[in-house]
């Protein structure tokens, strides 16, 4: 088992990276604070793994309350949050109950938030079962619900008390969502790594065949870089806003689309083919190292051009209303070498536009 | 003017006293961040003051967007929560729009809740127009709504950049809502300062006049002391505890009777005149020194008894579900000597019951 912390002072944790790690009362045990845990799953993930986590957690002298949400991006809601209050106050949970978040990153937002609000704020654990949340979303303590006017609007951030990252569960993952995880995944060495871009070149085939050494690697090169970036700038006030490479373009792909179309990954994909290109265009990199990244995505199953309905006016309304947005500037992240990114808000229209037609679907 | 700083680090913030401070641009312009400022109030408030600090705000630079929620206790809900979210939503206000909170301490909990989880959050202002929430709620940072099952059950610490307390508006303050906001200035007086309780005593009538000096005096010497005791313990996990003098026999009172019978203010009264009478019970002051807190209570024209259709059996449950008994144990508030209050959870069941015997309306 690997272990990765992330540094934030009082909020610190550990991120646990391992083949069968949720099954075990040890690695809940030391971050159970009161008698309570509330175990929260959904509906598809509940059925695999809710009764060994739940198990584990009596083991380690919990006792559990289970939470079991409906599935789905578009569950992210207030009302979906009220079901965990409900359940909390129902069987009297105080401020020490400990919630622990076994899903996805829907289950994980949602999860999270509640524990960031109830009572003001109570202790949790995130137990991803996804890529997507193993490598990204559990990470950095961003939880959110949606608001019917825009994605992630009401959230705060929260840190977990550990991040168990059971690889052994990748296993159930469908594939598309094995795909759309290794976007953040190439994105990680795109943004801060070339050596683990050099990896992921020579070894994506393992990862989409989950070899757990690899998935292994693949988890903990992300989580320490997506860690390393979020203890340097935890409320997102520079830094951190380069994780967001591919996604001015994918937010803008999937608000377009209508949400649910592509999944996040999938825009993430099409998105950073889309960075890696106006990087060039703009010079700041050679037109061989964006297609390398162009390449890597193909490989990983994922789209290099945007969706053929959208127009480039689309994408410039949609960019400029994105919540990144600072006083109406669109703020790109690019590359300026490859393993090296930059925010840039003095990007010519022209490039973007240009950039907008050469990765477009016919 | 006085200024009173709350000292918490990077999150350290002043409250401003005086008379007039709504209406000057000047006690706003420094904390505006972005250009918006989005000014929340209730329809009690907004009709006589919200003009004002809109005008007020506009000079200082601001667009104001105007948020204006159903006023009332019952109305402290998720439900108007949301009409905060989707008027900001509306506006699109992004994460460096100000809230301006206008109004008592409801407004100012919902307003600064929605601060805290807007985008994951945003920088807000008290304004408070109640004595309760000037001398109380608007300092310290606890910001929350109600759940059906429990009062202040979702929330957050969110401290503001600024509070901003105008005793000019508390001319307008119903009588029964000046007494409450009493109740929680001579709480101060009784937990930390025996000089100030000193000065209750002998200025009780000059602040029941409305003297804006004494209220100046009384509005500043209770948040110096509700300041440092937020600034020692931010999260509630040890000092803090002993602002909740007199809350938790209240909180049963006000639970017992359902919400809205009795206000806050005068189920503390009353708490606190139990809590006095257990801590002369327990040995821990005099018989002498409970009576004058006694008095003064009374003399605040709040009550000094519990209402008769409460029950011992009643109060024990009630304080026994109150989110601040641990593990169990009812945690109660008393004072070791006037002036200084502890926390004790070690009190024999048949001193609380003589003093709930001894404290109950025939």
Chains 1, 2 share one sequence.
Not at 14 to 28: C, K, M, N, S
Not at 291 to 314: E, F, K, Q
Not at 343 to 362: F, G, K, N, S, Y
Request: aromatic share 4%; net charge neutral; hydrophobic share 45%.
């Amino acid at each position: 088992m690997a272990s990765i912390r992330v540094a934030l002072g009082d909020r610190s944790y550990d991120i646990e990276v391992g083949a069968g790690l949720i099954g075990d009362p040890g690695r809940y045990r030391p971050h159970l604070m009161g008698r309570k845990a509330a175990l929260v799953s959904n509906a598809v993930v509940a059925p695999l793994y809710l009764e060994r986590v739940s198990r584990a957690l009596k083991s380690a002298g919990a006792e559990v309350v289970e939470v079991v949400l409906p599935d789905g991006e578009e569950k992210k809601t207030w009302q979906t949050l009220n079901l965990v209050f409900d359940a909390l106050l129902a069987a009297q949970c105080d401020r020490h109950t400990t919630i622990v978040a076994l899903g996805g990153g829907v289950v994980g937002d949602i999860a999270g938030f509640a524990a960031a609000v109830y009572q003001r704020g109570i202790p949790f654990i995130q137990v991803p079962t996804t890529l997507l949340a193993q490598v990204d979303s559990s990470v950095g303590g961003k939880t959110a619900v949606n608001h019917p006017l825009g994605k992630n609007m009401i959230g705060a951030f929260h840190q977990p008390r550990v991040v168990l990252a059971d690889v052994a569960t990748l296993e159930t993952l469908p594939v598309r969502e094995l795909r759309a995880g290794l976007a953040e995944v190439i994105k990680h060495g795109a943004i801060r790594d070339p050596v683990f871009f050099d990896w992921l070149e020579a070894n994506l085939d393992r990862l989409l065949a989950r070899e757990p050494d690899a998935l292994v690697h693949a988890v903990v090169r992300s989580c320490e870089i997506k860690g390393e970036i979020v203890g340097q700038d935890e409320r997102e006030t520079g830094l951190r806003a380069i994780l967001n490479f591919g996604h001015t373009f994918g937010h803008a792909i999937e608000s377009g689309l209508g949400y649910g179309q592509w999944v996040h990954g999938e825009a993430v994909g099409a998105g950073m083919v889309m960075a890696a290109d106006l990087s060039a265009r703009t010079g700041m990199i050679s037109g061989a190292q964006a297609t390398r990244i162009r390449d890597l995505v193909a490989r990983a199953g994922l789209p290099v051009a945007g969706p053929s309905g959208l127009t480039a006016d689309r994408y410039l309304e949609l960019m400029a209303v994105d919540k990144k947005a600072a006083a109406g500037k669109i703020r790109f992240v690019l590359l300026e070498k490859p393993g090296s990114a930059v925010v840039r808000a003095d990007i010519p229209e022209r490039d973007v536009r240009a950039t907008l037609r050469a990765c477009t679907a016919a």
